[in-house]
């Protein structure tokens, strides 16, 4: 059973950081990547950065580029997403999220709905 599992979200002051993790498991990294995608009220999903454990090849969206990390534990199965310059507008729930390894080598990780497999999600809150 493929489960995917988020943690470390919460509130936090404009400027500040957190850092969310994604614990994975039921599928084996090399045939998946994961991303974190999130969701603000009354917004569209936005897919904010994916990993390629395989290859570890990455993207981020400008929303967030220069400001997020997105890195792959191997002993841990876990992806984790480093935040940091948060701003209100991240304010969001945060999805982690898989996608196939050969949907993401053709650049389908930009779009959420490519993603087959969910996690419950986190809300991150960024007070200005």
């Known amino acids: 059973e493929v489960q995917l599992v988020e943690s470390g979200g919460g509130l936090v002051q404009a400027g500040g950081s957190l850092r969310l993790s994604c614990a994975a498991s039921?599928?084996?990294?090399?045939?998946?990547?994961i991303g974190w995608i999130r969701q603000a009220p009354g917004k569209e999903r936005e897919v904010v950065s994916c990993i390629s454990p395989r290859d570890g090849r990455t993207y981020y969206a400008g929303s967030v580029k220069g400001r997020f990390t997105i890195s792959f534990d191997n002993a841990k199965n876990t992806v984790s997403l480093q935040m940091d310059s948060l701003k209100p507008e991240d304010t969001a729930v945060y999805y982690c999220?898989?996608?196939?390894?050969?949907?993401?080598?053709?650049?389908?990780?930009?779009?959420?709905?490519?993603?087959?497999?969910w996690g419950q999600g986190t809300q991150v809150t960024v007070s200005s």
């Open positions: 999220a898989a996608i196939t390894v050969a949907a993401f080598r053709i650049g389908q990780y930009r779009f959420s709905s490519h993603y087959d497999y």
């Open positions: 039921g599928f084996s990294f090399d045939d998946y990547a």
